[in-house]
């Protein structure tokens, strides 16, 4: 029995109503329909349930009128000034104008735009749900070829000039960084083998997603580029990584050419980089592109959606493969939007590049 | 002696290798000085690391030592930084 709002009606849900129609009655401004919805979701008694229901339920109508949960980001950006102690100096507080450090003035906005993407489009207050001040530090170290993610706070380096610019200039590094934060507060993926593979994928994929978002790009206006305009001149590529064609971003007498596989019969078995999770990261990726470009539109509503559903949803084990990051991604799909054209394409996807979805 | 530093991880996940032989060489004690400072600074099993930090992996000799991004001594940052300028 359908639930009608507004004629007194007591809802009844019987098994037959499927998890996704649950899950959206579960977001529903009306607690009538959305307070059943989610014991039902609850009833099942696994806390994966819990866990996921707790993440959808943080629409922007829990952040308005919950004051606990911020719509808005904190961010403070600190400089290192070129010396590698964390955090180094304050230099811009949330709120105040721009400051003469245009790698300052980048972060800030990077760090907003990915806020702006995870509570507007997926309801979810920073990266662990509640707001969490994001913080970043610029000029880490001289001549760093590198940013990175500590734990607590987002590094970059401005880069040698020869190889690499400074790591501010790209929106999706930024994201991607701020991602790794995201998973961690999650799914927490381990960093090694396919479970760090899927990690890096994970922050490539939120990196594409914020930067397309602050674009206005859909899926297929998207250069599904990691990394672009963050080369130096001299170096002989278009970025670090192409989620569009893994393995084909940059061929360059420095750097060597570009190590991603596009599927998995190209899998790299290597102990450097904790397994190869920079490497491997290239054949999810691909498959996320293809979800993204067969579906159409905006890459965060559908194909965004899913990958956020799955990292959010209490399933997804720290130590997961790339089947079982696959397999989650359709029961996502099926149970998000019900079998249709993105179950379908999501399968479609993960064959292409070699993972089963069984 | 001969001192190895590997770094791998790191954003791009591009590899770097470099490798000084001290001997023969005018400023090898300076060298080597630095190389049992690394050493006896550097305890424990590999360290976990960030997600994007480099990774180092220093040998003298036939010792071996694991360090990663940020966490790293200023004997670590001067030896790998060294060894892979010169010694790429």
């Not at chain 1, 913080?135 to 970059?156: C, L, P």
């Not at chain 2, 470099?18 to 005018?26: C, K, V, Y």
């Not at chain 2, 424990?44 to 010792?63: K, L, M, N, S, W």
Request: aromatic share 8%; glycine share 10%.
């Amino acid at each position: 029995m359908q639930p009608r709002p507004n004629n007194g009606l007591q809802p009844v849900f019987c098994t037959i109503v499927p998890p996704h129609v649950l899950d959206k009655l579960s977001q529903a401004d009306d607690p009538l329909l959305a307070d059943p919805a989610r014991r039902t979701l609850e009833a099942d008694g696994a806390r994966r349930h819990h866990r996921r229901v707790t993440a959808l339920a943080w629409t922007p109508q829990a952040a308005r009128t919950s004051a606990a949960v911020p719509s808005k980001p904190h961010r403070t950006l600190y400089d290192c000034r070129h010396g590698t102690d964390l955090p180094g100096v304050k230099v811009r507080d949330e709120g105040d104008d721009p400051t003469r450090d245009a790698s300052v003035n980048r972060a800030y906005a990077g760090l907003g735009a990915t806020f702006d993407l995870l509570l507007t489009e997926y309801g979810r207050s920073s990266i662990d749900g509640k707001g969490l001040p994001l913080v970043g530090s610029v000029h880490y170290d001289e001549k760093y070829n590198n940013a990175f993610f500590d734990g607590e706070q987002m590094v970059f380096g401005d880069g040698d000039g020869e190889i690499f610019l400074d790591f501010t200039i790209a929106i999706d590094v930024i994201a991607h960084e701020l991602a790794h934060g995201l998973t961690q507060y999650t799914a927490n993926l381990a960093y090694e083998g396919q479970s760090g593979a899927l990690n890096e994928s994970v922050s490539d994929v939120f990196g594409s997603l914020v930067k397309q978002y602050s674009l206005g790009q859909s899926a297929d206006q998207g250069d599904w580029l990691i990394g672009a305009g963050l080369l130096a001149p001299r170096v002989s590529g278009v970025a670090l990584r192409s989620m569009k064609a893994p393995g084909t971003a940059y061929d360059d007498d420095v750097l060597g050419k570009d190590p991603q596989p596009a599927s998995m019969d190209d899998y790299v078995d290597t102990d450097e980089d904790n397994g190869g999770v920079h490497i491997n990261s290239g054949i999810p990726n691909r498959a996320f592109y293809l979800l993204a470009t067969a579906l159409g539109g905006n890459a965060w509503e559908r194909a965004g959606r899913i990958w956020f559903d799955v990292l959010t949803g209490g399933e997804l084990a720290q130590d997961a493969s790339f089947t079982d990051f696959a397999r989650l991604t359709v029961k996502a799909a099926q149970q998000r939007f019900g079998e249709g054209d993105e179950a379908e394409a999501v399968l479609k996807a993960w064959s292409e590049v070699g993972v089963p979805t069984r | 002696m001969r001192i190895q530093v590997s770094r791998t991880g790191g954003f791009a996940g591009i590899a770097r290798h470099g490798e000084i032989d001290t001997s023969g060489r005018p400023d090898a004690s300076e060298w080597e000085a630095l190389a049992e400072a690394v050493l006896d600074s550097s305890r424990g099993g590999p360290p976990a690391g960030v997600p994007d930090g480099f990774r180092y992996r220093i040998t003298v000799g036939d010792r071996t030592v694991d360090c990663a991004d940020p966490r790293l001594t200023q004997e670590q940052r001067t030896l790998i930084s060294r060894v892979l300028k010169e010694g790429a």
